[in-house]
């Protein structure tokens, strides 16, 4: 098993192309506008960096800002939330977001983790 990345669809930056069309006029009406500029960037970090990868030694959640690296030997099982999140539980008792995936992704968890991480059962 290598290292499995689950980032968002680059289709999500459409919306930070279009966004930063509409912020060009207005940022270079003054000079201290040109803060609105920051915007569009923080949005384009955002969808280009968030994400997971999981690999041999455990799970790295990621962040615009940072990284948090959970090795296998802490994680106690995934928990699926009301609304279709997937949390990391560790053997601490705290939680991670795994920010990008979905109830729907777990079959796809489970066949890059190796076998860490159970598949889920069929319907009954």
Excluded: K, Y
């Excluded at 968002?8 to 060009?24: D, F, G, I, K, Y």
């Excluded at 455990?58 to 279709?84: F, K, L, Q």
């Excluded at 053997?91 to 983790?113: F, I, K, M, Q």
Aim: charged share 20%; with cysteine.
């Amino acid at each position: 098993m290598g290292t499995a990345s689950f980032r968002m669809n680059r289709v999500a930056l459409l919306p930070v192309v279009l966004l930063t069309v509409c912020v060009v006029p207005l940022a270079f009406a003054a000079t201290w506008t040109l803060v609105f500029l920051l915007v569009p960037v923080g949005a384009a970090t955002w969808v280009l960096r968030t994400g997971v990868d999981v690999g041999e030694d455990g799970v790295t959640v990621r962040s615009p800002v940072a990284a948090r690296h959970v090795p296998w030997r802490e994680v106690a099982g995934i928990r699926v939330a009301e609304r279709g999140d997937l949390w990391l539980v560790t053997t601490r008792g705290t939680e991670v977001r795994l920010p990008v995936l979905r109830a729907r992704d777990l079959p796809r968890l489970a066949a890059v983790s190796g076998g860490r991480i159970p598949a889920p059962a069929g319907p009954r």
